[in-house]
T-cell receptor, first 115, second 116 residues
Framework: NAGVTQTPKFQVLKTGQSMTLQCAQD?????MSWYRQDPGMGLRLIHY???????DQGEVPNGYNVSRSTTEDFPLRLLSAAPSQTSVYFC??????????????FGSGTQLSVL | AQSVTQLGSHVSVSEGALVLLRCNYSSSVPPYLFWYVQYPNQGLQLLLK??????LVKGINGFEAEFKKSETSFHLTKPSAHMSDAAEYFCAVTSPIRGSARQLTFGSGTQLTVLP
């Protein structure tokens, strides 16, 4: 059981480039989410999904797109990277979309630098 | 909307000393509260959670936290620090209303250093 898998672990982009951060989970979790972690700001929610075909915005969605075509995968797309998107990105999932007391399972993160 | 404030971005303790990491919450209803830990170059792991049962919650690795409604606090403690406790700790809050908890709101984190 691999849990939540994120790729790549590290990425360097130039301003204006596009890329996709991959996230896959093998736990059949309905809820998946993307967070960014910045020093002194904790983790902030970018987008989340409560099932295949259903996505919604979190606290900081601008500059990011998501889609959920399968239960397993939840990729995060940067269409035109900006230096302000330099951050560590975490994907997280949980089984029950309705249960607020369930824990999140986190991937190991993607460290992104935009030059 | 819920929020949490973690007092002290960096805390240093000696090995064997008491660990106290502070978290205060703001919420219009009694929330659900969590502590997550992040070891270097890893994702976050759940340490413990408060979900309106016992106010004193015990977690993994000897940590515990007490929910105090009168003080709107959920401080994390451990009686005796170990070198392996060095990590970043995040307090988080969400609404207890089933179906409305679409997101978990995290605090800014506290980096714990354990000195030999």
């Amino acid at each position: 059981n691999a849990g939540v898998t994120q790729t790549p672990k590290f990425q360097v982009l130039k301003t204006g480039q596009s890329m996709t951060l991959q996230c896959a989970q093998d736990m059949n979790h309905e809820y998946m989410s993307w967070y960014r972690q910045d020093p002194g700001m904790g983790l902030r929610l970018i987008h989340y999904s409560v099932g295949a075909g259903i996505t919604d915005q979190g606290e900081v969605p601008n500059g990011y797109n998501v889609s959920r075509s399968t239960t397993e995968d939840f990729p995060l797309r940067l269409l035109s990277a900006a230096p302000s998107q330099t951050s560590v990105y975490f994907c997280a999932s949980r089984a029950d979309i309705q249960a607020p007391n369930e824990k999140l399972f986190f991937g190991s993160g993607t460290q992104l630098s935009v030059l | 909307a819920q929020s949490v404030t973690q007092l002290g971005s960096h805390v240093s303790v000696s090995e064997g000393a008491l660990v106290l990491l502070r978290c205060n919450y703001s919420s219009s209803v009694p929330p659900y509260l969590f502590w997550y830990v992040q070891y270097p170059n890893q994702g976050l792991q759940l340490l413990l959670k408060y979900t309106s049962a016992a106010t004193l919650v015990k977690g993994i690795n000897g940590f515990e936290a007490e929910f105090k409604k009168s003080e709107t606090s959920f401080h994390l403690t451990k009686p005796s620090a170990h070198m392996s406790d060095a990590a970043e700790y995040f307090c988080a809050v969400t609404s207890p209303i089933r179906g409305s908890a679409r997101q978990l709101t995290f605090g800014s984190g506290t980096q714990l250093t354990v000195l030999p």
